[in-house]
């Protein structure tokens, strides 16, 4: 079993920074993959970003690459979603999500590949 607690989100202008936090319990953190998603009204959940549990490898949406970085401290329990250069399409609320069944240095982008999730944390920018 995984437990997971997003902060982090809230209202920033467009051009902005967040960084969000997921913290994980239960199962060895450094044992499997984490991702990021996001789910804006009336859309599907959508993928963001993945990284291996070493953290050497990581695949980003192409709506979000080049201005977001995944990220993991193994020691800390804890991935980051540093979030850039924001945009008013990236408001949504962003879950993450862990990975404990596949290899982790393989890109899984659906969610049902996932099998443990936060709650979501919202983020809004605003034009």
């Known amino acids: 079993q995984v437990q997971l607690v997003e902060s982090g989100g809230g209202l920033v202008q467009a051009g902005g920074s967040l960084r969000l936090s997921c913290a994980a319990s239960?199962?060895?953190?450094?044992?499997?993959?984490m991702g990021w998603f996001r789910q804006a009204p009336g859309k599907e959940r959508e993928f963001v970003a993945r990284?291996?549990?070493?953290?050497?490898?990581?695949y980003y949406a192409d709506s979000v690459k080049g201005r977001f970085t995944i990220s993991r401290d193994n020691a800390k329990n804890t991935v980051y979603l540093r979030m850039n250069s924001l945009k008013p399409e990236d408001t949504a609320v962003y879950y993450c999500?862990?990975?404990?069944?596949?290899?982790?240095?393989?890109?899984?982008?659906?969610?049902?590949?996932?099998?443990?999730w936060g709650q979501g944390t919202q983020v809004t920018v605003s034009s």
């Open positions: 990284i291996s549990w070493s953290g050497t490898i990581t």
């Open positions: 999500a862990a990975d404990t069944a596949h290899y982790s240095a393989t890109y899984y982008s659906t969610p049902g590949e996932y099998d443990y």
């Open positions: 239960g199962r060895t953190f450094s044992s499997y993959a």
